[in-house]
Structure formats: structure tokens, C-alpha cells
């Protein structure tokens, strides 16, 4: 015979109740509190600089009214800038201004990956995707599966063409790793960008549960950098109804403009603050007063200057081995020591020294995440075990390249890739756009295995 429940208590009803309410109440305040601080923070970084100029030249308007009239003038200035692209004569001048960014050393550099970047992930509605397909991709390893975005093909040496796929990471879809797979290890999807960024930012919430799939992307004969940029430009059709998609249009390319610059920006606001910013209270020792306005210029000046002589003097003999001692001094302390070898690790991967040829900072293709797919990594140095040499591969993440994993194999599992860790460093920042036709390569050289 059963025992009756008993009814439960008011308290515990109260308690239930307001478990509930507080759940949706999250459920309401989180997005909404996630939205607002992702507004302000593009605001901060936008139209928040130009708060200062409109103080100056209305000195009476309200101090509420300061962030209106400047958020109007920023969208405005998008907008403009979306109308200049539009037209013949603005698209020569934005290719002209594009010309004179990729002049300048460090700025090409960031400029030229994050243009590359918002043209893979960017949306269009009256021009075709700059990406050639969504994709499931066998990653970590056969069996499972990962969304993947192919920005490209790329011929290996003695095999086939592969797709370039950026297999983005969650919940940030802006950052991930290159890989190169086959094209049967593909399976195409139909999937938009958008539906691409809802799945991945939320973890696989939001991802569809039925999967269609799409036809594979052609593999082009040559997929270049200027082929690509012909055929968006042969695609995109100008807009010629007016009202909501008039506007749209304009507004989306003014901010497919406007971003790279706005990251370029804050790149360089950020080394500057790292390194002349540093520099620039030392101003005030030398024996002549340096004006406000150049005292920046000083500064980079100066510190190009230390780092030449410190570059100078440690290249001398006598220097070098105090520079061992000072470092195996470092390496004594435990936690110091850890960040010292990352950094210097990093370091000695993204730079390239053209006089010397070591085994460091050699691009290679190693198996990844499985075997049958490859990526691009670079050689931080050899160890040993019972079985033999383990080359030691930093696998870094694109577009940011100053993370990534460790990977350790077997030197007959790699190929050395004949490029320049320059033309590999562009490679992956550009998520595979700025590749070349072919990757040729080469048995890892035994050499430097002694």
C-alpha cells in the first residue's frame, strides 16, 4: 500500500517560485547586459573619439546630447564612406589610400589580415560570399566533426588540391586554426555566416538540428589574392533599388571599411603605449626642452636607438655569453622563468633572421588534428626519447598567431615547407587567402636533427 504524499509546504512553494523567477530574470538581463556592453564597447572604440572635437565646437549643447550627436556623426561618416565605395571614383581612392597602408612596414601587416578576415566572414546580400562554402571537417580526429570555413584551395607537392579550411574556435568565431584537407574529407553545408556565427558563439545551442547538405566549391585553377579580389569585384552587383537595401548597402560596406582601420588602430595604439609610451617620461632628462607635439616622435626615435645599440653590443662575443649567464640566472626562478621561456619561445618563432639558417622558425606541414590533414606550424627546436628525435612544432591559431599548442613528431611525419617564415606568418594571418597557388616542400633536413 502506497504512503500519500504529503502537499508541499508553502515555503517550499515560495522557494520554487522564486527559483523560477530569478532563472528567467537571468535569462532576460544576461543578453541584454552582453548587448549593452558590446554597444559601449564599439562606441568607445568609435564614435566616442570624436566627443572631444564636438565639446570644442559646441561649447552649450547638453552633456547628454554629447554621445548622440556623436554616435549621429559616426553612422553618418559610414555611411558616406559606403556611398564613396560605390562609385568609380571612390573605389580609386580607397585603393590608392589601401596602396599607401600596405607601404608602410608594421601596418601592412595588420591591415592587410584583418581586411582578409572581415572579407571571409562578411555577409553580402547583392554579391557572392567571400567565403566558397561552409563545411564539416573531421576534427580532432575521424569521427567527429567541427564547422569549418573554406577560404581557398592550395596544391601540395605530389598530391592533390586542398581545401584551405579556418576551423573556428568557440565561443569566439573570429580566431581558430588553419588546416588542409582533401576534398572528400569534406561534407559542404548549407549554411549561412550567419547561421555559422550563432552556432559557434553559442556553444552548438543555437546549431540546426537537421543538416543539409551543399555542393562542393569548385577548385579554381589558381587561387591568388588578385583572383580573388577579381572575381568579388566581377560579382558584386551595385545596388540599384533605393530605400532599406539602398541604405543597408552603403552602411555595410562603410563598416567593412572602417573596421580594419579601427583594428589597425587600436593594434598600434596598444605597441605604441608597449614601447614609446614607455619611453616617453625619460623625455623630460634630456638637456633640451622637446616640444608637446613631438615628444612622441622623440620617443620612437629614441627607442630605435636602444634597440640598435642593445642589438649592437650583444651581437659581440663577450656579450653574447653574459646574455647566457643572464638568462641562466632567469631560468633559476620558477615562475619567471616559465614566462621568460614562452615569451622568448614566441618570439624567436614570429621573427626571422635572413643571415643565419637554423632549424627555428622553419615552417612545416605536420599531420593535424588527425592523421591525412595537414597544417602549417613552426620548429621550435629537437628532443629525444627512447625511440629518437622529436621535433618540437609550434601550431599556432589564426589570425591570432601568438597562441596556439605544442605539437612533438617524428621528423619522417613532417615536410619542411619551402617559404619564408614571412610568407607563412602571412599565410596565416590572412586565414589562407594570401597564400600561393602551390605549397612546395621537402623531407625534413636531417641535419638539423644532430
Known amino acids: 500500500m502506497k504512503t500519500p504524499r504529503k502537499p508541499a509546504s508553502m515555503g517550499h512553494h515560495i522557494q520554487i517560485t522564486l527559483q523560477r523567477y530569478l532563472i528567467r530574470g537571468v535569462a532576460v538581463v544576461v543578453p541584454a547586459g552582453i548587448t549593452v556592453y558590446a554597444v559601449m564597447f564599439c562606441y568607445r572604440i568609435t564614435a566616442a573619439h570624436l566627443t572631444p572635437f564636438l565639446r570644442r565646437f559646441l561649447v552649450n549643447i547638453p552633456d547628454w546630447l554629447v554621445p548622440i550627436l556623436a554616435m549621429s556623426l559616426f553612422l553618418g561618416g559610414i555611411f558616406l564612406l559606403g556611398s564613396l565605395a560605390t562609385v568609380a571614383v571612390g573605389r580609386r581612392l580607397i585603393e590608392v589610400f589601401e596602396w599607401l597602408l600596405r607601404?608602410?612596414?608594421?601596418?601592412?601587416?595588420?591591415?592587410?589580415?584583418?581586411?582578409?578576415?572581415?572579407?571571409?566572414?562578411?555577409?553580402?546580400?547583392?554579391?557572392?560570399?567571400?567565403?566558397?562554402?561552409?563545411?564539416?571537417?573531421?576534427?580532432?580526429?575521424?569521427?567527429?566533426?567541427?564547422?569549418?570555413?573554406?577560404?581557398?584551395?592550395?596544391?601540395?607537392?605530389?598530391?592533390?588540391?586542398h581545401y584551405k579550411v579556418f576551423v573556428v574556435t568557440t565561443p569566439n568565431p573570429t580566431s581558430g586554426y588553419l588546416c588542409f584537407y582533401r576534398p572528400e574529407q569534406t561534407r559542404p553545408l548549407q549554411?549561412?555566416?550567419?547561421?555559422?556565427?550563432?552556432?559557434?558563439?553559442?556553444?552548438?545551442?543555437?546549431?540546426?538540428?537537421?543538416?543539409?547538405?551543399?555542393?562542393?566549391?569548385?577548385?579554381?585553377?589558381?587561387?591568388?589574392?588578385?583572383?580573388?579580389?577579381?572575381?568579388?569585384?566581377?560579382?558584386?552587383?551595385?545596388?540599384?533599388?533605393?530605400g532599406r537595401g539602398f541604405f543597408k548597402t552603403r552602411f555595410v560596406s562603410g563598416i567593412f571599411l572602417i573596421v580594419p582601420l579601427v583594428v589597425t588602430v587600436m593594434v598600434l595604439e596598444f605597441l605604441f603605449d608597449l614601447t614609446v609610451g614607455k619611453v616617453k617620461p625619460f623625455i623630460s632628462m634630456l638637456p633640451f626642452a622637446v616640444p608637446v607635439w613631438a615628444q612622441s616622435i622623440v620617443a620612437a626615435l629614441l627607442l630605435l636607438a636602444v634597440l640598435w645599440m642593445v642589438g649592437a653590443v650583444f651581437s659581440l662575443f663577450i656579450f653574447k655569453k653574459l646574455l647566457q649567464g643572464?638568462?641562466?640566472?632567469?631560468?633559476?626562478?620558477?615562475?619567471?622563468?616559465?614566462?621568460?621561456?614562452?615569451?622568448?619561445?614566441?618570439?624567436?618563432v614570429l621573427t626571422e633572421e635572413r643571415d643565419t639558417e637554423t632549424?627555428?622558425?622553419?615552417?612545416?606541414?605536420?599531420?593535424f588534428p588527425s592523421p591525412g590533414v595537414k597544417g602549417l606550424g613552426?620548429?621550435?627546436?629537437v628532443s629525444k626519447d627512447e625511440q629518437g628525435p622529436l621535433v618540437r612544432i609550434f601550431y599556432p591559431t589564426t589570425p591570432n598567431i601568438s597562441v596556439g599548442i605544442l605539437i612533438l613528431a617524428r621528423p619522417q611525419d613532417i615536410q619542411r615547407c619551402l617559404l619564408s617564415a614571412e610568407d607563412a606568418l602571412r599565410l596565416l594571418l590572412s586565414v589562407g587567402v594570401l597564400a600561393p597557388e602551390s605549397l612546395p616542400t621537402e623531407p625534413f633536413p636531417a641535419?638539423?636533427?644532430e
Open 191 to 242: 549554411f549561412s555566416v550567419d547561421q555559422v556565427l550563432e552556432s559557434v558563439t553559442s556553444g552548438g545551442v543555437l546549431f540546426p538540428e537537421n543538416l543539409s547538405a551543399a555542393a562542393r566549391p569548385a577548385l579554381p585553377e589558381a587561387d591568388t589574392p588578385e583572383k580573388t579580389e577579381k572575381h568579388h569585384a566581377e560579382t558584386a552587383a551595385p545596388p540599384t533599388k533605393r
Open 447 to 449: 641535419e638539423f636533427l
Open 103 to 161: 607601404k608602410i612596414p608594421v601596418i601592412k601587416s595588420i591591415y592587410g589580415a584583418t581586411r582578409q578576415l572581415i572579407q571571409i566572414i562578411s555577409p553580402s546580400d547583392d554579391a557572392a560570399p567571400k567565403y566558397q562554402s561552409v563545411v564539416l571537417v573531421p576534427f580532432p580526429h575521424e569521427g567527429n566533426y567541427a564547422i569549418g570555413l573554406v577560404t581557398g584551395t592550395i596544391r601540395l607537392q605530389h598530391d592533390v588540391p
Open 326 to 348: 643572464i638568462e641562466a640566472a632567469v631560468l633559476r626562478v620558477p615562475l619567471i622563468a616559465e614566462i621568460y621561456k614562452v615569451s622568448k619561445q614566441v618570439v624567436d
Open 378 to 381: 613552426f620548429v621550435t627546436g
Open 359 to 367: 632549424a627555428r622558425k622553419m615552417p612545416v606541414l605536420v599531420d
